[in-house]
């Protein structure tokens, strides 16, 4: 059963850096596409940024030069480093998987997600 479990989540004043972890099972993160999204309350789920199976990641214009997007494959996982974070970075993050080449930012077309680790940055 393919699962995703995301770590890392927490409280931090703005400025701040946190960085947030997916663990994968099943599926091989170098293998794939990867994704994280976010979801803040009352809103819609947005995209953060990607990474596909050759290594090409992809930012939303939101967090370009903040957020960074790497992947492990001897722990087969994937992070989210993020940096001078803001208030409106506040927000339930999510990774995802998609087995299609190419993968396009989209949370529809992501089949396979995590539970969500929550980010609350105060300022």
């Known amino acids: 059963q393919v699962q995703l479990v995301e770590s890392g989540g927490g409280s931090v004043q703005a400025g701040g850096s946190l960085r947030l972890s997916c663990v994968v099972s099943?599926?091989?993160?170098?293998?794939?596409?990867m994704g994280w999204f976010r979801q803040a309350p009352g809103k819609e789920r947005e995209a953060v940024g990607l990474i596909d199976r050759i290594g090409r990641i992809t930012y939303a214009d939101s967090v370009k030069g903040r957020f960074a997007i790497s992947r492990d494959s001897a722990k087969n996982a994937l992070y989210l480093q993020m940096n001078s974070l803001k208030a409106e970075d506040t927000a339930m993050y999510y990774c995802?998987?998609?087995?299609?080449?190419?993968?396009?930012?989209?949370?529809?077309?992501?089949?396979?997600w995590g539970q969500g680790t929550q980010v609350t940055v105060s300022s």
């Open positions: 099943v599926l091989t993160v170098s293998g794939i596409c």
């Open positions: 995802a998987a998609d087995l299609s080449y190419p993968c396009a930012l989209v949370a529809a077309l992501f089949p396979y």
